[in-house]
């Protein structure tokens, strides 16, 4: 599969959705006690995993490699299926919807994955215009959105720079502005820091905190705790595909020794 089938297939874009019905932000994901999801064959990724999360809320999904949070951010884009239960955004079922809303799905869903995925022959602008070139958006309004995006996430002297001339810190930011140019209600991001130093680490946890002040709902899945250290909000912690801590860190130390995974939850 190519980058720009790749691209098209994630975030939805390029196809028309007959009859639509638009998702509901009253709430950005719903179905608390309602969501449960399995893996494949016997061996089950998540299990009894349950929790809400409110529009406009800041979520940090931490656990260990192989925990579950890749899974689960799949099942919020419907690139997995649970095996029972539901996974509700706006108050649909999103895995019982029919295929034909699943482009507005993850239009609504900005997605930031560890694979940057740019498509290598485009400058940094052209990346970030492609998702709206294939919904026939005006070329004005393009180039508006773009240069807003350039703008939030720093690299407007960057705009004619090929991905290959950027550093990883650049090509996540990239990254987070193609996600967020389409203004979804909610944007989410795995492991969007795992390739990078602390100092653009820091920066892409800046931007996302920015995004989340203007209204976005943000889920980040993650492994580090060091990141997690740097703001309070909300944790959830899943361990061997287990939801074993839900709450918002209060009074966690970054100078705290114990890593979350010795310590059951934060307190």
Do not use: W
């Not at 939805?12 to 019905?21: H, M, P």
């Not at 240069?147 to 960057?158: E, F, H, I, K, S």
Request: aromatic share 6%; glycine share 8%.
């Amino acid at each position: 599969m190519s980058y720009k089938q790749e691209l098209v297939q994630r975030t939805g874009y390029g196809r028309s959705v007959a009859n639509k019905r638009r998702l509901s932000q009253r709430n950005a994901i719903a179905g608390r006690h309602r969501f449960r999801s399995g893996g494949i064959d016997d061996d089950y990724a998540l299990r009894d995993v349950s929790f809400g999360i409110d529009r406009n809320e800041f979520v940090f999904v931490i656990g260990p490699s192989g925990s579950g949070k890749t899974t689960l951010a799949k099942l919020l884009i419907r690139e997995a299926y649970p095996c029972s239960g539901e996974v509700i955004i706006g108050r649909r079922n999103i895995h019982s919807m029919p295929r034909r809303f699943i482009p507005e799905l993850r239009r609504k869903v900005g997605t930031v994955f560890q694979d940057f995925r740019l498509i290598p022959r485009r400058t940094v602008a052209e990346n970030i215009a492609f998702a709206l070139e294939i919904i026939g958006t005006r070329r004005s309004e393009i180039d508006l959105q773009v240069q807003n995006m350039l703008a939030m996430v720093g690299l407007r002297d960057r705009s004619d720079a090929m991905p290959d001339e950027l550093s990883g810190g650049e090509q996540q930011r990239v990254v987070i502005a193609r996600a967020m140019v389409g203004s979804p209600g909610i944007l989410l991001a795995d492991e969007p820091t795992g390739n990078l130093d602390p100092e653009n680490a820091l920066r892409v946890l800046q931007i996302l905190s920015r995004i989340n002040e203007q209204k976005t709902t943000v889920i980040v899945c993650t492994h580090d705790d060091n990141i997690v250290n740097l703001m309070q909000k909300r944790v959830i912690v899943i361990r061997n595909g287990v939801l074993t801590s839900d709450q918002r860190v209060a009074g966690y130390n970054m100078g705290d020794e114990e890593p979350y995974s010795e310590r059951g939850i934060f307190y």
